[in-house]
């Protein structure tokens, strides 16, 4: 079992930055990649940015590349998010997730995952 932590959310204004964090622990081992995924009420979750664990690969939805920026610190076993140029659309649920993608891909295919409880990230105009 992994458990997630997540930190960071909040409200800002459009062009503003917020910084979301997301800590595991448990059996960190049992996973290849990290990242972050979005959801607004009645759509579809929307992969916002992955980064492969073993050789820091990372991955971006087209609508944040360019303004967003994963990065993680393996010895915290924690990976951040670094929104800058915030949009109104980036208002969303924000979820970490962590384990074991098939493929290296994005979104990633998973055998397994493990999801934490969210933190609401909202940017008014």
């Known amino acids: 079992q992994v458990h997630l932590v997540e930190s960071g959310g909040g409200s800002v204004q459009a062009g503003g930055s917020l910084r979301l964090s997301c800590a595991a622990s448990g059996n960190t081992y049992l996973r290849n990649c990290m990242g972050w995924f979005r959801q607004v009420p009645g759509r579809e979750r929307e992969g916002v940015a992955l980064?492969?664990?073993?050789?820091?690969?990372?991955y971006y939805g087209d609508s944040v590349k360019g303004r967003f920026t994963i990065s993680q610190d393996k010895a915290k076993n924690t990976v951040y998010l670094q929104m800058n140029s915030l949009k109104p659309e980036d208002t969303a649920m924000y979820y970490c997730?962590?384990?074991?993608?098939?493929?290296?891909?994005?979104?990633?295919?998973?055998?397994?995952?493990?999801w934490g409880q969210g933190t609401q990230v909202t940017v008014s105009s």
């Open positions: 997730a962590t384990g074991w993608s098939t493929v290296v891909t994005f979104p990633p295919r998973w055998q397994y995952a493990y």
């Open positions: 980064i492969y664990t073993g050789d820091g690969g990372t």
